[in-house]
């Protein structure tokens, strides 16, 4: 049985607007009501470091259309602080905050830093914890070796926690999605320089290419561009919003 096209989602690691591309965006506005006119999804980097108010959290989630979506970075304090141990507290609080934004959530982000390895009663504990607070899609970006193995990717999969394709890549097996697939999550940070460089025309291709996959276990694919030092994840994310519409204008051949 062939599966069906998976919903995709293209934005950008927060929701700037380089004065440089601000002709393609609406001009009234907010500047996340001008980006939410455009994109249909943006990464919150923001709450990695900081709290945000829960009246911001609605305002946001006010400013938006009804089928944009949120992807929220989980406290560093979590992630790197607590490195996922004892941390029950700090994701009611952090939970209590994010879950304003009502239907705009789309996805929370878990990403862990460099040296933190797998530790399958740590690891297993935090996501049944997590688990019991918060039922929705969920994706971590590991960072250390240890968690690319078949082995961990089926555990995350049981908590149905789906392991981020990132680029650059760390290891070969962290540039493709794994765990759970419902949700498939990319995040692409630039290359080779990260955060500075734009993607040439044959990465934004191959990545469109990907995209129009077909798949009976993924409902959703996200796409963050978050080369945004020099602005690049703007333009990339416009050119990949572009490659995806001309292809969806085509007509396909009937079968026979």
Same mark, same amino acid.
């Given at each position: ?151 961990? @990717?089926? =555990?995350? &999969?049981? /908590?149905?926690?789906?392991?981020? $394709?990132? #680029?650059?890549? !760390?290891?070969?097996?962290? *540039? ?56 690049? @994840?703007? =333009?990339? &994310?416009? /050119?990949?919003?572009?490659?995806? $519409?001309? #292809?969806?204008? !085509?007509?396909?051949?009937? *079968?026979?």
């Amino acid at each position: 049985m062939q599966g069906a096209a998976s919903a995709v989602r293209i934005g950008c690691a927060g929701w700037s607007i380089p004065p440089r591309y601000a002709a393609r965006f609406p001009r009234a506005g907010s500047t996340l009501e001008r980006y939410a006119q455009v994109f249909d999804s943006v990464e919150v980097n923001s709450s990695f470091h900081r709290p945000h108010r829960p009246d911001t959290w609605r305002r946001w989630a006010q400013s938006v259309p009804p089928h944009f979506r949120f992807s929220v970075k989980m406290p560093r304090a979590i992630s790197h602080d607590a490195r996922l141990r004892g941390c029950g507290p700090l994701l009611d609080d952090f939970l209590a905050q994010v879950l304003e934004l009502g239907a705009s959530l789309g996805c929370l982000l878990l990403q862990l830093p460099p040296s933190l390895e797998y530790d399958a009663p740590v690891v297993s504990r935090f996501f049944a914890m997590m688990r019991r607070r918060y039922d929705g899609p969920l994706v971590c970006e590991p960072r250390h070796r240890s968690w690319f193995a078949r082995s961990v @990717a089926r =555990a995350l &999969a049981r /908590r149905r926690v789906g392991i981020v $394709a990132a #680029d650059p890549a !760390r290891v070969p097996r962290a *540039a493709i999605p794994a765990g759970d697939r419902t949700v498939e999550y990319a995040r692409l940070h630039g290359s080779p320089r990260m955060y500075y460089d734009a993607y040439p025309d044959a990465a934004i291709e191959r990545i469109a290419r990907r995209l129009a996959r077909a798949s009976r276990a993924t409902r959703e694919r996200w796409v963050i561009f978050d080369n945004t030092t020099l602005g690049h @994840a703007t =333009a990339d &994310a416009l /050119r990949l919003r572009e490659r995806l $519409a001309r #292809d969806a204008k !085509r007509p396909r051949a009937r *079968a026979r």
